[in-house]
């Protein structure tokens, strides 16, 4: 079993209210051998929702409180992620998951690159904030 993003396997769960629908991704789900899940969503965000980006770093500075997630409206949403970070490592550990297929850029789900907080388009290295925990708790995390 592996973890993936819900909005690859065709639920429209993405910021604009959109999916980013992989088929291989959605045959997986559909034949049991992936869990879906959108960390954004399961955070207490909308769909859809204002665009949001890590200011001051990456996923795992937000995990140690050194950088923090906001909407394109400079509103701090940093909690929800933290939140939704936090629901998706215990689905992992209940299905006994080492690998997740995540979106990639995602402020959450985001594996090696993510936007740089300035909403300008500009990519830096770094993870998401769920992406980030599951690193540190050994779940091999690759972006698509």
């Known amino acids: 079993m592996i973890l993936v993003s819900a909005c690859l396997a065709g639920i429209d769960c993405a910021w604009d209210g959109k999916d980013r629908l992989d088929p291989r991704i959605k045959a997986m789900v559909e034949k049991g051998l992936a869990v879906a899940v959108?960390?954004?969503?399961?955070?207490?965000?909308?769909i859809p929702r204002t665009r949001t980006e890590?200011?001051?770093?990456?996923?795992?500075?937000?995990l140690d409180g050194r950088a923090k997630v906001f909407d394109e409206n400079s509103k701090d949403v940093t909690s929800e992620f933290l939140?939704?970070?936090r629901k998706v490592l215990d689905i992992a550990k209940k299905h006994n998951i080492k690998k997740a297929i995540l979106k990639s850029r995602s402020p959450s789900c985001g594996c090696d690159e993510i936007y740089d907080g300035s909403f300008q388009g500009r990519l830096v290295r770094g993870d998401g904030v769920t992406a980030a925990l599951l690193k540190r708790k050994d779940i091999l995390c690759k972006s698509i």
């Open 38 to 46: 959108c960390p954004e969503v399961l955070g207490g965000r909308p």
């Open 54 to 62: 890590i200011m001051g770093g990456s996923g795992g500075n937000v």
């Open 83 to 85: 939140i939704g970070a």
